[in-house]
């Protein structure tokens, strides 16, 4: 005889209950693989092993800060593909010219290459951009004041990792040297694509974009008081 009983929908009460839980898990999960990373690069045995993580932690970091994206509308994957392909291509022209931030080419720490530049990085990009651009909206400045805050942040946090990722086999500049060139060019890029962002009409809420700045950025500022 089949079944005739259905279950019960779930409380709405239990929903929320459980869901109270996922920001904390995602700010747990962030912390432990970079905590991980930290240690593996810096006191590990085997520090190379850490390095061809980087990918893999990156796209973690990417799916847990877009999974508490709440709106998935025409307006958002448009920025998503607009800001990826940009920062990709910029970083294409940069490796390929010397323009926009100077000389330099990239390792294999990042993962698999087109045109001499990881496929990761515009996924970089477009992280920074979203996440700094959240953060500024915190506050209640012009929509042009945000964007150059924005900007500002990401300069900051690429301040910091300029000179770990030549350690570590991210990329390379000419002469072991990171010009002024490459913040010059950072900041005029981050604006622009800053600018797009408070512009853009999706949702700007996300609960675990600050998390990931901070992390990335302490985790960064880590690595280079190690150097």
């Given at each position: 005889m089949p079944e005739t009983?259905?279950?019960?929908?779930?409380?709405?009460a239990i929903l929320l209950r459980?869901?109270?839980?996922?920001?904390?898990?995602?700010?747990?999960?962030?912390?432990?693989?970079?905590?991980?990373?930290?240690?593996?690069?810096?006191?590990?045995?085997?520090?190379?092993?850490?390095?061809?993580?980087?990918?893999?932690?990156?796209?973690?970091?990417?799916?847990?800060?877009?999974?508490?994206?709440?709106?998935?509308?025409g307006a958002f994957i448009l920025f998503a593909v607009v800001v990826a392909a940009?920062?990709?291509?910029?970083?294409?022209?940069?490796?390929?010219?010397?323009?926009?931030?100077?000389?330099?080419?990239?390792?294999?720490a990042l993962g698999?290459?087109?045109?001499?530049?990881?496929?990761?990085?515009?996924?970089?990009?477009?992280m920074l951009v979203y996440v700094t651009g959240h953060l500024v909206n915190l506050t209640k400045l012009h929509?042009?004041?945000?964007?150059i805050l924005g900007a500002m942040l990401m300069v900051l946090l690429d301040f910091f990792i300029e000179p770990v990722a030549m350690k570590y086999d991210f990329w390379s500049w000419q002469g072991n040297t990171i010009?002024?060139?490459?913040?010059?060019?950072?900041?005029?890029?981050?604006?622009?694509?800053?600018?797009y962002f408070q512009q853009a009409s999706f949702r700007k809420q996300n609960k675990l974009s600050a998390y990931v700045y901070a992390v990335q950025l302490?985790?960064?500022i880590g690595l280079y008081l190690f150097l």
């Open positions: 009983t259905q279950k019960a929908p779930m409380p709405p459980y869901q109270s839980y996922t920001l904390p898990a995602a700010i747990a999960v962030l912390v432990i693989f970079h905590g991980v990373g930290f240690w593996g690069l810096l006191f590990s045995n085997n520090p190379g092993y850490f390095q061809e993580l980087t990918p893999l932690n990156l796209l973690l970091t990417n799916l847990l800060l877009f999974s508490f994206h709440r709106q998935w509308n940009v920062g990709f291509l910029a970083e294409v022209v940069g490796v390929h010219t010397g323009l926009l931030f100077g000389n330099y080419t990239y390792g294999a698999l290459k087109l045109w001499n530049v990881p496929l990761l990085i515009g996924l970089n990009w477009l929509w042009l004041l945000k964007a010009p002024f060139s490459n913040y010059a060019g950072w900041m005029a890029l981050a604006f622009l694509l800053q600018v302490l985790f960064f």
